[in-house]
């Protein structure tokens, strides 16, 4: 048994899609943590779901970070546990420092709503364990500011060690710019921390879950977990 807490902001609006994921189809006990709690000790997994945190003023995810709750998920994420922030959720995870480099605006600067091919580069971290290696998959992505940019330190030392899990590709799993939807440096999708243990990631798991939606990869990442 895994117990799931989905973190809640003004403005989130995919923390429901996630918690009938966890709890509806697999069956994990699953809470609700609203933005001003300050005690997620009886919490597993930490998921920072999608949406528009605070209406997105400023910067995505630039007022969230200062939510009592953070405080707790930094502290949770340093104990080596799972974290998992998805689009406006990846945004808060680097504007909280748990993940490095920024999301910023589209490449052609419009909202885009799609689904598109992503390559599964590493199959042995627990977010991953449940896809085969080099897997292509897809899943829905719903983001205006989802263009993953860094400087070109930080861009080597992520390939380098290994944190880029999710990359953006064709459909023949050819990671090219053609397939990038974004601009995204490096078609970079999703990331994850030096220990492994906080994935942020633009595209949307959780949407790509029930066998109802016709479309069931992104439950592989929540049953890696399992």
């Known amino acids: 048994?895994?117990?799931?807490?989905?973190?809640?902001?003004?403005?989130?609006?995919?923390?429901?899609?996630?918690?009938?994921?966890?709890?509806?189809?697999?069956?994990?006990?699953?809470?609700?943590?609203w933005h001003q709690e300050k005690d997620i000790a009886d919490i597993d997994v930490v998921v920072i779901p999608g949406g528009f945190s605070y209406g997105d003023y400023l910067r995505c995810g630039a007022i969230a970070r200062f939510s009592p709750v953070m405080a707790a998920v930094v502290e949770h994420a340093q104990k080596g546990k799972p974290v998992i922030g998805i689009c406006n959720g990846f945004q808060i995870l680097t504007e909280v420092g748990l993940l490095p480099g920024a999301l910023v605006r589209n490449r052609d600067l419009h909202f885009i709503c799609d689904r598109v091919p992503l390559k599964v580069e590493r199959t042995d971290l627990p977010w991953t364990s449940a896809y085969a290696p080099g897997a292509t998959i897809d899943l829905p992505i719903a983001h205006g500011e989802g263009?993953?940019?860094?400087?070109?330190?930080?861009?080597?030392e992520l390939e380098d060690s290994g944190q880029i899990l999710f990359r953006y590709?064709?459909?023949?799993?050819?990671?090219?710019?053609?397939?990038?939807?974004?601009?995204?440096?490096?078609?970079?999708?999703?990331?994850?921390?030096?220990?492994?243990?906080?994935?942020?990631?633009?595209?949307h798991p959780e949407r790509a879950s029930d066998p109802d939606l016709g479309a069931t990869d992104g439950i592989k990442l929540f049953e890696g977990l399992l």
Do not use: K
């Not at 263009?147 to 080597?156: E, Q």
């Not at 459909?171 to 939807?181: F, I, L, M, S």
């Not at 970079?188 to 921390?193: K, L, P």
């Open 147 to 156: 263009r993953y940019y860094a400087d070109a330190d930080t861009l080597a």
């Open 1 to 33: 048994m895994v117990r799931f807490g989905v973190v809640i902001f003004p403005g989130s609006n995919c923390d429901r899609d996630v918690i009938w994921v966890t709890e509806g189809l697999l069956e994990q006990p699953t809470r609700p943590v």
């Open 169 to 203: 590709c064709t459909a023949a799993g050819e990671v090219a710019e053609e397939g990038n939807p974004n601009g995204s440096l490096n078609n970079i999708a999703g990331i994850c921390n030096r220990e492994g243990n906080v994935l942020g990631m633009m595209p």
